[in-house]
């Protein structure tokens, strides 16, 4: 197994939920942390939990994923004060459910601006450190709701799609580079986010939790380097 003491990670939709769960397990693997997110008070908060537990580096860059130029400027921000990017968690993501007569266009746009073009534009921001030194792991986290559309979920479903393609596609054109892409397609997961769109949770021992994706991402990564798990589905196993 790959040791992960001193690599790098920025995580986007750091605050709270997977995000959260997943640069807190980082940071207990010894990995330096770059917290992405646009609550600034949540992501201060996460920081000062982080260097109060473990001895690592913590960066923060309070920006929303869906503006490409306050992107590339938080990235090369915790570029520089990490050192480098080994790891980028493309996580930061937001949803809501209608019908299509009933959905804004500017709602629907949103969830394609946050969800979609948000994952490529860190990932065009992060990649050419990752290139320059020829190693590096991409984790987008999709969602099985972009495998299979249903109904009122149009604007979801099509973001999480465009991301697993967007997966897809990036993969066979960096691993060249030593530099692996791994999709992560997680159903429900009990969070704040799930509770306040009214999806069903059930019991919490029975439902997936964000430690769950965490500690799945977190056993991937320790693979060897020669190793690319290519589609991470996790599913809650006995759903109520």
Request: overall charge neutral.
């Amino acid at each position: 197994m790959t040791d992960l003491t001193g690599k790098t990670a920025i995580v986007t939709g750091a605050g709270k939920g997977i995000g959260k769960a997943i640069a807190l397990a980082f940071a207990q693997e010894g990995v330096h942390v770059g917290l992405i997110a646009r609550d600034r008070k949540g992501l201060e908060a996460l920081a000062e939990e982080i260097s109060g537990q473990y001895k690592v580096k913590v960066g923060v860059a309070p920006v929303d994923v869906s503006d490409r130029a306050g992107v590339e400027a938080a990235v090369a921000q915790l570029a520089g004060e990490l050192g480098s990017v080994d790891i980028l968690v493309n996580n930061a993501g937001t949803a809501q459910f209608g019908s299509v007569l009933d959905m804004e266009p500017a709602e629907w746009e949103r969830m394609i601006q946050v969800n979609l073009l948000g994952t490529y534009y860190a990932t065009r921001a992060a990649l050419p450190y990752m290139v320059r030194q020829g190693s590096g792991n991409i984790i987008n986290i999709a969602s099985t709701a972009g495998e299979k559309g249903a109904a009122t979920a149009s604007a979801y479903a099509a973001s999480k799609a465009g991301v697993i393609a967007f997966t897809e596609a990036l993969m066979p054109e960096v691993r060249k580079h030593n530099v692996r892409v791994i999709l992560m397609n997680p159903s429900t997961v009990n969070t704040d986010l799930a509770t306040s769109l009214g999806l069903k949770i059930g019991e919490e021992d029975r439902m997936l939790q964000a430690e769950d994706v965490a500690q799945v991402l977190v056993a991937a990564l320790k693979l060897p380097q020669r190793a690319l798990v290519r589609n991470l589905s996790l599913l809650t196993t006995n759903p109520q």
